[in-house]
């Protein structure tokens, strides 16, 4: 039988959206104003779901305790409280865009589950805006 377990984190990030390869112009027309050069910030809501075979003798798909964990060091830990796009190694020639914020945080946790669980990561820019990834 399989079932979904979710945890949900937040994190507090600044960021700004822009090329490098591309004119201030064109940053401007295309990403307005989070083009800032003085960058802006989010408190981003993360929720990631862990879908599997519940585990006969203990009743998990997941140790929620050990998920916690995770998210705490391989996500908060690097992302809470920083600039993503000075701070985050992963976004030095990478747009923070919501989209690719949800592909990092699923590359970083997916190696760290079971092969056999499946992984989504859910993440809300703000409060209307949010992303859903599971590695397709
Ligand atoms: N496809 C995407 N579009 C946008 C992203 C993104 O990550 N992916 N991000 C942004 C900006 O980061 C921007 O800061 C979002 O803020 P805002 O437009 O103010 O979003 P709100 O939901 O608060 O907007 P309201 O107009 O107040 O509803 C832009 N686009
Ligand atoms: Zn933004």
Redesign the pocket.
């Known amino acids: 039988m399989r079932a979904t377990l979710s945890r949900k984190a937040h994190f507090n990030a600044a960021h700004r ?1 822009y090329r490098k390869d591309w004119s201030f112009e064109k940053n401007d027309e295309v990403f307005g104003k ?1 083009n800032n050069p003085n960058f ?1 910030g ?1 408190n981003y809501e993360l929720i990631v779901s862990v879908t599997g075979e519940i585990d006969k003798e203990t009743g998990f798909v997941v140790d929620a305790k050990i998920l916690k964990s995770l998210i705490e060091d391989e996500i908060e830990a690097v992302f809470d409280h920083k600039n993503l796009n000075l701070e985050v190694l992963e976004f030095k020639d990478l747009n923070p ?3 690719n914020i949800a592909v990092v945080i699923y590359n970083k946790l997916k190696p760290k589950l079971a092969a056999n669980l499946d992984l989504e990561i859910t993440l809300y ?2 409060p ?2 949010f992303v859903r990834y599971s590695g397709e």
């Open positions: 959206l989070c802006h989010h865009t919501a989209e820019e703000t209307r805006n």
